[in-house]
């Protein structure tokens, strides 16, 4: 019985690991970001729709092409070949432009150019197989980066700065020629720094005292704070480059998410005793935010396939709270609890609500979160043995309710609960967690 209980366990953590590794690669392959992925051979292994479109190459005709050799301009292939080996031996370098060669509809365009982060890919013994690029098309702001961020203006006072006179400095690029050539920089991370600070003023955002350190015509080091503001045009129109956006910001954070999700089921899953969870609770600091897109993201799938909408009752602030706790488990555990909602929801044209509400409790003088989940549906929700299972704590007789059974005890192992209610038109689970707020909250909240 122990032996066949163990492998519902292992079969539960397989289910959970499919469901996120599906979701991981509908979070590739819909992303409106490039990205691209290689095998430890430099080939292409992973090529998503965003990156195909902006390099009028196809994922059939990409796959098993070289990065460097067919795909990389040659001017920038001896530099890229470093940063992708750099990855290989897990050194993960952050926005590196890659200038990309274009293919078939898209020939027009000369090229492509994306800023990229390096993922290492790792196997499940963590020896690195091959690496994963994030990135972000800046071709067009490049090209108006390229073409107009030239000199027009050189007071005395960058005169005395710099010790270069204001004829030498004229019509030359800003970055680059100016700075980069003429006023050395100290590295590369205040290059890119300095790119930032521009892209974002091209944008129309104004940066004020932005430390920046150079060496002068002498070779002086120099120390200077800078403030960009954007220039606009009589109809108020900047042109440039930006920073990521927000929602490429959260597409990095919930990929992340799950992936460390994935590596925490894998380590439960072969537990070797089920009757007492003794687990290793993590405590850290973490935005509620970032759980609450990765538990959604994980139904999204099954969401459409049921033809069902969610609903989201959850207050902004909500997302904006910091806390304290096992982040990992809480993410998998309401991952858990809102899979199982949304596989008996009735369909198709169905529902399924999350709702959470949140409140502050002050315990032997520290502040606790207090969070209400409510997770619903119309119907009659969970079958009876699935329910019966969830609250038992042997002889399970459904692997669903095996792991509703391990979720609900790992809620009370982290001093939390769950019920199961059936109403005459609807079910839900009631979760409570009960998180110490982190400092940053405390602050907040005085």
Request: proline share 2%; charged share 25%.
């Amino acid at each position: 019985m122990i032996s066949r209980q163990l492998g519902d366990v292992e079969i539960q953590g397989i289910n959970e690991l499919s469901s996120v590794a599906r979701e991981m690669v509908r979070l590739i392959e819909t992303a409106t970001v490039p990205i691209f992925a290689v095998d430890a051979d430099g080939m292409i292994n992973g090529w998503n729709a965003k990156v195909a479109e902006l390099v009028g190459l196809s994922v059939e005709d990409a796959m098993g092409k070289s990065l460097v050799k067919d795909l990389v301009f040659e001017d920038y292939a001896a530099e890229i070949e470093k940063f992708l080996q750099r990855a290989l031996r897990g050194e993960e370098d952050k926005n590196v432009e890659i200038k990309l060669r274009t293919f078939g509809s898209q020939q027009l365009k000369n090229a492509i150019y994306v800023i990229v982060n390096a993922c290492s890919s790792r196997d499940y013994t963590n020896n690195i197989v091959g690496v994963c690029f994030i990135g972000h098309d800046v071709t067009g702001q490049k090209t108006v980066m390229d073409k107009f961020i030239h000199i027009q203006e050189w007071n005395v006072a960058m005169e005395k700065l710099t010790g270069w006179l204001r004829r030498d400095i004229i019509g030359k690029l800003l970055v680059g020629e100016v700075f980069g050539s003429c006023c050395r920089l100290k590295g590369p991370d205040t290059l890119t720094k300095f790119m930032i600070v521009l892209h974002n003023a091209v944008e129309g955002q104004e940066t004020e005292k932005f430390p920046i350190s150079f060496f002068d015509k002498t070779g002086k080091y120099i120390q200077a704070l800078f403030t960009a503001n954007p220039k606009r045009d009589l109809e108020g129109r900047v042109t440039g480059m930006t920073e990521l956006s927000d929602d490429q910001k959260q597409f990095l954070e919930t990929s992340a998410s799950c992936t460390r999700q994935m590596k925490k089921v894998l380590k439960d899953a072969s537990m070797d005793r089920i009757d007492n969870i003794s687990l290793e609770l993590d405590k850290s600091d973490f935005m509620l935010g970032t759980v609450i897109n990765a538990i959604v993201s994980q139904v999204m799938i099954l969401l459409r396939e049921r033809g069902l909408q969610l609903i989201r009752d959850i207050p902004e602030e909500v997302k904006l709270m910091s806390v304290q706790g096992d982040e990992l488990r809480i993410q998998q555990v309401l991952a858990d609890f809102l899979s199982s909602m949304v596989k008996c929801a009735l369909c198709p044209e169905g529902w399924v609500e999350i709702q959470i509400k949140p409140s502050l409790k002050n315990s032997d003088g520290i502040n606790i979160v207090v969070l209400e989940f409510r997770i619903c549906c119309p119907g009659d929700g969970l079958p009876p043995e699935v329910v019966q299972d969830m609250f038992c704590n042997s002889r399970w007789t459904t692997n669903e309710g095996l792991g509703l059974s391990i979720s609900r005890r790992i809620l009370s192992l982290m001093d939390g609960g769950v019920k199961y209610i059936r109403e005459s038109e609807r079910c839900y689970f009631l979760i409570n967690i009960c998180l110490p707020a982190s400092q940053t909250l405390i602050v907040d909240q005085k």
